[in-house]
Structures are given as structure tokens and as C-alpha cells.
């Protein structure tokens, strides 16, 4: 069976530190895999997703980026922290095509 | 651009009654999702639609698609305190070949005793 990891839990950094936040996810090949930033008591904003390694689409300008270095790893980063980056962040796998998303454990950040 | 609304984005009700949340949506789809996010969680899938017509039910929800009217529906019989979360709606759809589920803002549902 396919599981999703991410990590770290939680996170608490200061305002222009940097950001490295690690997705894996097991069990599957070639996954469609995405970053979402949630606020508080807010929805779900995209914020990056990747078809496949190396493939790479950002849905907002910000001052985050991601990479995906191997088939099943996503990683989500930044060089200089922003308060307004505090937040959940959700990563999420589905196989190719127009099925559901599967959705990991998520980081909580709070950045000061 | 694709647009997905839900309503209402807060529903407080109590024990044993019953209620519908909203789901539209502004472009052609045949695949909408729901799922469900406890406080503190993170999202877990409910139900997945995949036709007009189709109806899903597990306990106490019943979640129904309307392809033509753009319209899915979740409906919560007899509610009990257990189901007090955020309930998301999703639809797919295609950029470059690629499949990208937009999100409406989730309902928020809190069941009082």
C-alpha cells in the first residue's frame, strides 16, 4: 500500500531564516505530487505541483520554491523567510490522471 | 479559470438534525472529490465521484453529482458531534495534460450536543 511522509511536524523559525520541508512517498511510481499552504481557519492554496522529476509548475509567486530531486521525494524551500509563510503545509500524491489526492501528515510552521 | 464554491463556509447544528452542503462549480468536470479535515489534521477522502448521477453514502453522509446543473451536494443525516469538521469539495481539471484539482474554501461544521 502507498504511504506519504512529511517532515518535519512542526517547525518554529525566525523571520529570514531558510526553509527546507521533505515530502516522500512510498509504494507507487512516477506520482503527480503537490505542496499546499493552508493559514489559519483558511482553505487550501496550491502552491507548487510536479509530474514528474525535475518538472517543476508554481502556481503563486512567492519566496518558495520546490524540487523534486528523485521520483518520490518533493521538497518545498526557502532562502529567507516571510511571517506571512507561517502556516500548514500539506503535501499530497495521486497517480496521473483525474483521481484523488492523498495527503500527508503536514508541517506546521510558525515563523517569528 | 476554474471555480469552485461552497456553501455555506459555516454551519453550527445540533444533534439529529439534518443538512445539505453546496458544491458548484463554474466549468465542465465529471470527477468531483470531497474530503474531510478534522482540527489540527490534515485531509483525508470522503467520497469520489466519478458520473452525472452518481451518489455515494457512508454512515451518515450521502454526497451526490450533477453534472449538467455543476452541482454536487453533501448531505448529512441525523447528525452527531463525531462529524464536526471542514468539509472540502474538489474538481479536476486538465492544463498540459496534467490533472489539477482546484479546491472550494471548505465548509466548517460544528455539531452541537
Known amino acids: 500500500s502507498q504511504t506519504i511522509h512529511q517532515w518535519p511536524a512542526t517547525l518554529v523559525q525566525p523571520v529570514g531564516s531558510p526553509l527546507s520541508l521533505e515530502c516522500t512517498v512510498e509504494g507507487t511510481s512516477n506520482p503527480n505530487l503537490y505542496w499546499y499552504r493552508q493559514a489559519a481557519g483558511r482553505g487550501l492554496q496550491l502552491l507548487f505541483y510536479?509530474?514528474?522529476?525535475?518538472?517543476i509548475s508554481s502556481e503563486v509567486p512567492q519566496n518558495l520554491s520546490a524540487s523534486r530531486p528523485q521520483d518520490r521525494q518533493f521538497i518545498l524551500s526557502s532562502k529567507k523567510l516571510l511571517l506571512s509563510d507561517s502556516g500548514f503545509y500539506l503535501c499530497a500524491w495521486k497517480p496521473s490522471g483525474p483521481y484523488e489526492q492523498y495527503f500527508g501528515p503536514g508541517t506546521r510552521l510558525t515563523v517569528t | 479559470e476554474l471555480k469552485v464554491e461552497q456553501n455555506p463556509l459555516f454551519l453550527s447544528m445540533q444533534e439529529g438534525k439534518n443538512y445539505t452542503i453546496y458544491c458548484n462549480y463554474s466549468t465542465t468536470s465529471d470527477r468531483l472529490y470531497w474530503y474531510r479535515q478534522d482540527p489540527g489534521k490534515s485531509l483525508e477522502s470522503l467520497f469520489v465521484l466519478l458520473s452525472n448521477g452518481a451518489v455515494k453514502q457512508e454512515g451518515r453522509l450521502m454526497a451526490s453529482l450533477d453534472t449538467k446543473a455543476r452541482l454536487s451536494t453533501l448531505h448529512i443525516t441525523a447528525a452527531v458531534h463525531d462529524l464536526s469538521a471542514t468539509y472540502f469539495c474538489?474538481?479536476?481539471?486538465?492544463?498540459?495534460?496534467?490533472?489539477?484539482?482546484?479546491f472550494g474554501r471548505g465548509t466548517s461544521l460544528i455539531v452541537h450536543p
Open positions: 474538489a474538481v479536476s481539471h486538465e492544463s498540459g495534460g496534467s490533472y489539477i484539482p482546484t
Open positions: 510536479s509530474v514528474g522529476i525535475g518538472q
